[in-house]
DNA sequence: ACCTGAACACCGTTCAAGT
DNA sequence: ACCTGAACACCGTTCAAGT
């Protein structure tokens, strides 16, 4: 037994009976063995789940400058490979997005904001846009995960998952590409004055 | 003893203690009265949380076609107002947003609807542009809620959470602006005719 | 080092019973 | 109609013990 096959039923268990599939217990009787004894290679089910996050993490394209394409068709390719990673795992997707070792990073956030700086953005902008990316593709994950196992969800006709992602993406570059050359005024009016154009003073969440 | 005051202890509960400190039992503690009293008033927890998501969900500006302010400006007070009461419930805005009866209502969804296309959307992409913004918002709450409580998480200089939702809101709002009037040539390049223009076969989520 | 067994403090919920 | 009490089948997790 080792840490990597806690983590594969763990994973498997969430593919076969969902996120509330997932518990210690069923885990261990998946391996055979006695739930305590996934404790040894598990510190306790946060942990899991944060392995189970970064196993799945380097699934997808990650988000680098592009090599020609333009920084429009490189944000696509990633924020599409997320989510048909994500939105395999039903209710996963929505939980794991949430894990700090998934989402919000340092380390992600620093190479969120390099890219978009690359792509033209000041360093306020990027940080917004990177968030807005990010922040999208959250609630697409979290949304499809959401109808996936809910008969009553409401069905729009002739549309299927794939096209509602498509257009937000489209839509997500079409608001950057408006708002990167925006003057703050243009898009904070209501609240001047609240980025600073220099240093700043407090600090807030990404 | 009635439906509203289990209701107004559950919702107390979730401001005083979050989503975890929400549970049968806590909630007839704090009614003084037996755990299984509460169960007369309420089917079950899911229901309880039906109950609360119902409550809330009066609080903040409906969606409804602009009387002179166009619809961007009824789109950013609808969201923002949205993104104001939800946040103020910390992981209950994520948690309740997945609600069905505070998300993807077909009645929320119809109104959507109508609200682009008095805006001048086609019908595709009036139900393509409500899933966008909704789901927008849905991933903003989910993030802010999840940053509100780790200390982990990476804090981006000199930006507020209010900063990063006003930023997303007139993206999205320039977003659906650039793609309203364009061909689906433009925005559903890499999947020609995954949207039909007239009649279609399949259904999907919103 | 690796795993077991018994136990604790929690859940949501059912069921029968009280008034 | 409204509430209680005891109980069931679950959780995650600790702690002491085995090999």
Known sequence: ???????????????????????????????????????????????????????????????????????????????????????????????????????????????GIAF??????????AQLAWSFAYTYIHGRISVDAHLGHRAEAPRLEGLRAHDYVEFGIEAVIAGLRALRDAEPAEWASRAAGAVPSSRSESAGGG
Chains 1, 2 share one sequence.
């Not at 978009?116 to 902008?125: C, H, I, L, S």
């Open 1 to 111: 037994l080792s840490q990597d096959e806690v983590v594969t039923a763990a994973l498997g268990l969430i593919l076969d009976r969902g996120m509330s599939g997932l518990t210690m217990r069923s885990v261990a009787q998946r391996l055979g063995v006695t739930p305590m004894a996934v404790y040894y290679y598990v510190r306790d089910k946060d942990d899991l789940l944060r392995l189970v996050s970064q196993r799945i993490s380097t699934s997808w394209i990650p988000l680098r400058p592009a090599e020609g394409g333009g920084w429009e068709e490189a944000l696509r390719l990633h924020l599409t490979s997320m989510w048909e990673v994500l939105s395999r795992y039903q209710g996963l997707g929505s939980f794991l997005i949430e894990q700090p070792s998934l989402g919000v990073t340092s380390h992600t956030v620093r190479n």
């Open 116 to 125: 978009f700086e690359a792509a033209g953005f000041d360093r306020v902008k």
